[in-house]
């Protein structure tokens, strides 16, 4: 087709320009614009532009931005005849950008938010992903400087402590790029996490020391590539950053993942067809499949998080060392939340259209469609309705003394986002505003989630105008009976052990209209489950919970939240 392509490359290079103004009159769009952005997984696409080499080498751009934000393809084709003709596809996804547009621009639009979200204590990963040429590593590279800068510059205080390392996986070996090349392993802790063995993980205090260890780590990497053959792009590099907060022990630590993935080409597409070189690829291949499936259950499950369907969601992350690395990215149990932004990139030569399209058929794929649904009204009883003002305005009134900063807690979230806040993250974050302690934090989120329980009544039935003082009134009422408050545990007598739970931690006063004589208040109660590995240690299941009466709640049982096994422990033990 190259020959074909530059014997009519004129006809070509028009044939786009005309195809390009009419596609801003009448618009076909092959992938689904129907659905919303699946909350924390974002994929979007950057067109590079084309190098001063393939400029020279006479390439004409075959994929382009339009107006409408969706990435055209135009592929050229000969027709039966022998008359050139081309083929359009159109891709949306959640963002395009344009051969114009900066990596500083897709930082402001997308990754800078995730930084934020990891100085709060949640987990970030930005993968870049594309064939060989496509841009992945200048992306990442340009990434990685405006990540650190921003990390470094919050921490001009000194007051977190910043560990990173960065690393190779290449089939099923790993390399320590800060360490020589050393090989590393990954092994899977009592806990279900992921922790890597022999790797030298470097502290740097200043941006310009953390982008020197950077460098380094790229050279080994690319003097690699000479010795052996194009290796950069055979193998993955991921660079991990951990975030400690110094002054707060009891926040969770902040993780940050950027990773350059090996090239995605196909195995016919490869220069060398040696034996070793196609298990290469095959290897590449499986780990970018599996990928692309734990993205994909992931994202299903945030969907129909605490749904039934969803309780034994299959995220295959064993099938790959790739996967296994970033397991705690997918892993559904994790206590962190995690944020996901994919970047396709993208060869715009039209000589490569073919790569392109695969690209963005992949880049499709990890995009699951999110029905729209139509938004309720704004109601401040029900936290799902609110936009991100409100629920700004909420924390300013419900956070106590000293008042907790909402741009802190929730710089961009809306009601639905803040009530999905994992409590290690929601805590996280509230430990960002200066002098406010652990309880205080816990308390705002209980009470966050007592109103949410509450409103689910509102959502199922028609505007009740009196519920809320209902609940005011159930709730003086168990505290003149009882002092139950949200966040306290209880242990259940043995008539009211279901599925083996013991322990629930009460909730918020359940609103829901009553169906039975009796008026005994209910409380919604949050499920609480021996952890499968440690003895005394508990998990608190919030989304999963039960209506129990008042005077059922009798036997209060201490437990804190130990930051350092992420489990719940018998106070004193
Ligand atoms: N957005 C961009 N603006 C200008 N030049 C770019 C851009 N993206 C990539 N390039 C240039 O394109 C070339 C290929 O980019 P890069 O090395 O990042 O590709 P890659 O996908 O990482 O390749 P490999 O998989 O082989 O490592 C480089 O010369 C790079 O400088």
Redesign the pocket.
Known sequence: MDTYFFENRDFFANRIQELEILSKSARKVDSSDESEEVPDTAVCV?I??L?EEEIGWDHIQGVLRDQFGAANIYEPRRKVNGKPDLNRTSFTLDHVYG?EQS?KDIYDDRAQELVQFVGGGGMSMLLAY??????????VSGMEKLVVDKLMEENMSGKRDIHMCIFEVAGSNMYDLLNERNPISVLEDPFGAMQLVGVLEKNPTTSDEFLRIIDTAKELRSTESTAKN?Q??RSHAICRIRVVNKESPNSPEGTFLLV?L??SEASADTQHHSRERMAETREINKSLTTLKDCIRARALWSIGRGEASQKHVHIPFRTSKLTQVLKSAFDVNNTQTCKTLVIA?INPSILDVVHSKNTLRYAEMLKVPVPKAKPRPYDERIPTTWENKHVQAWITKNSGKPPINPLLLAPRENGLQFCRLQEDEFVGRVLLTPGVKPEQAKLLYYKLWALHIDSRALMNGPAAPNETKATDAALKKTRKTKAIKPGMFFRLNEQDIKDGVEILMAMGVDTAPKDRESDEVRWICSVVRPAPVTNGAYELFVAKQRAIDSKRLNDEVKLEYDIHTRYYLIKGS
């Open positions: 950057r590079r532009p190098t051969p990596t594309g064939q060989t040429g496509s841009g992945k590593t200048f992306t194009e950069s792009s350059d090996a090239g990139c």
